[in-house]
């Protein structure tokens, strides 16, 4: 391992991030804190907080990485085609994210700021990022419909992917495969779908 001296801020910020995203994967949210990061990376507490302002700010960083990585395969897994196509592409790409990386996606939603701080606006531009490929995409099937409208309806459909992933990947649902949680999912799209782009003839 490299001496303490070798590695800038930077590289040091990096190594949290990374120590922390796998204590997260393999034991889980609760497990992470900052003398358990410290140690893995061989540096004291101290020099965690040189690059992080608090435990906050630091889970605030990894759950912006968790971001990115749902992003990138959003992205990857949704080619260009229909827009009706791309949204359920888009809703089945994200259970299977979050199947796949359980105990990072549940992190965003189980870590919350004290009520008395504010969710830095870096990160809530992440957030919304997941929310603007859907309203782009119900934009363009139902394009008379006021932009504002439009906006609360691809919260309204992404809240309820999202409702359906926690209920099955929390066992909150009846004992079901992924396949049939999948077929759930098709269903909401295709009616919410079939439902917002009527709104072209009505």
Same mark, same amino acid.
């Given at each position: 391992?490299?001496?303490?001296?070798?590695h800038?801020?930077?590289?040091?910020?990096?190594?949290?991030?990374?120590? @922390?995203?796998?204590?997260?994967?393999?034991?889980?949210?609760?497990?992470? *804190?900052?003398?358990?990061?410290?140690? /893995? #990376?061989?540096?004291?507490?101290?020099?965690?907080?040189?690059?992080?302002?608090?435990?906050?700010?630091?889970?605030?960083?990894?759950?912006?990485?968790?971001? =990115?990585?749902?992003?990138?395969?959003?992205?990857?897994?949704?080619?260009?085609?229909?827009?009706?196509?791309?949204?359920?592409?888009? $809703? *089945?790409?994200?259970? /299977?994210? $979050?199947?796949?990386?359980? %105990?990072?996606? %549940?992190?965003?939603?189980?870590?919350?700021?004290?009520?008395?701080?504010? &969710?830095?606006?870096w990160?809530?531009?992440k957030?919304?990022?997941?929310?603007?490929?859907?309203?782009?995409?119900? +934009?363009?099937?139902?394009?008379?419909? =006021?932009?504002?409208?439009?906006?609360?309806? @691809?919260?309204?459909?992404?809240? +309820?992917?999202?409702?359906?992933? #926690?209920?099955?990947?929390?066992?909150?649902? =009846?004992?079901?495969?992924? *396949?049939?949680?999948?077929?759930?999912?098709?269903?909401?799209v /295709?009616?919410? &779908?079939?439902?917002? @782009?009527?709104?072209?003839?009505?």
């Open positions: 391992m490299a001496r303490r001296s070798d800038s801020l930077e590289e040091i910020k990096n190594m949290v991030l990374e120590a @922390a995203r796998t204590i997260v994967i393999e034991e889980g949210f609760a497990a992470l *804190k900052v003398r358990r990061i410290a140690l /893995e #990376i061989g540096y004291t507490v101290g020099s965690i907080y040189m690059v992080f302002t608090n435990m906050g700010d630091l889970i605030m960083h990894v759950k912006a990485r968790t971001l =990115d990585e749902l992003g990138d395969q959003l992205d990857e897994k949704t080619p260009e085609c229909a827009p009706q196509e791309r949204v359920l592409k888009l $809703a *089945k790409s994200y259970l /299977e994210f $979050a199947s796949q990386n359980y %105990s990072l996606w %549940s992190m965003i939603f189980e870590h919350r700021l004290p009520d008395d701080e504010s &969710i830095p606006v990160y809530q531009e957030v919304d990022q997941a929310f603007v490929r859907v309203e782009k995409l119900l +934009g363009l099937l139902a394009p008379d419909v =006021d932009q504002s409208e439009t906006r609360s309806a @691809a919260r309204a459909i992404w809240s +309820g992917v999202h409702g359906i992933c #926690i209920l099955s990947l929390t066992n909150t649902l =009846d004992d079901v495969g992924i *396949k049939d949680v999948e077929n759930n999912i098709v269903l909401l /295709e009616n919410f &779908i079939r439902g917002w @782009a009527g709104q072209v003839d009505a």
